[in-house]
């Protein structure tokens, strides 16, 4: 695979669940992988209180520098959960501290009950770039197998379809 075809996923888990997804994601397109690093505690209660606010009201939070450059890929796929109907603060500040630097961007969300095309429109104003494909993960279906493996083949076949155009 040529440098301009490679795809990096990035993604912010709390819970676990936009992990799996982002590791399913690049198990399909053979793509690397980064976790974003988010340098405040969101376990308990209290954090997810915080974690909440903080989406809600559009906070980026303080993360660990990104190990791998996202301009040396061709796409770059950003996971990200929802909280309180926002993008996670961790992936507000992966897509700002790299703005300019993503050449095409794909996004997934996971969430309790969530449209994607509620959510992704503020990732691509953030990253000032447009998503080439977008899928997202309501709480049922992450628990059914088969719709889960449905909605990832679906996006996966979306954004190569896309990234080859």
Not at 64 to 78: F, G, K
Not at 119 to 127: L, S
């Amino acid at each position: 695979m040529t440098a301009a075809r490679k795809f990096l996923v990035v993604y912010y888990s709390r819970t676990g669940n936009t992990a799996r997804v982002a590791r399913a994601v690049a198990t399909r397109l053979k793509a690397d992988v980064e976790q974003i690093g988010d340098k405040t505690d969101r376990h308990g209660l209290l954090g997810y209180l915080r974690a909440a606010f903080e989406a809600r009201r559009a906070i980026a939070a303080e993360i660990s520098p990104p190990m791998t450059d996202p301009a040396e890929y061709a796409v770059t796929i950003i996971g990200s959960p929802v909280w309180a109907w926002n993008i996670a603060p961790a992936v507000r500040a992966y897509l700002q501290s790299n703005r300019g630097r993503l050449r095409a961007m794909a996004c997934f969300v996971t969430s309790g009950d969530t449209d994607a095309a509620r959510v992704v429109p503020e990732m691509e104003r953030v990253a000032q770039l447009p998503a080439l494909a977008l899928t997202g993960l309501n709480a049922r279906e992450l628990r059914d197998a088969a719709a889960c493996e449905g909605k990832l083949d679906a996006f996966v076949s979306a954004l190569q379809r896309a990234a080859t155009t």
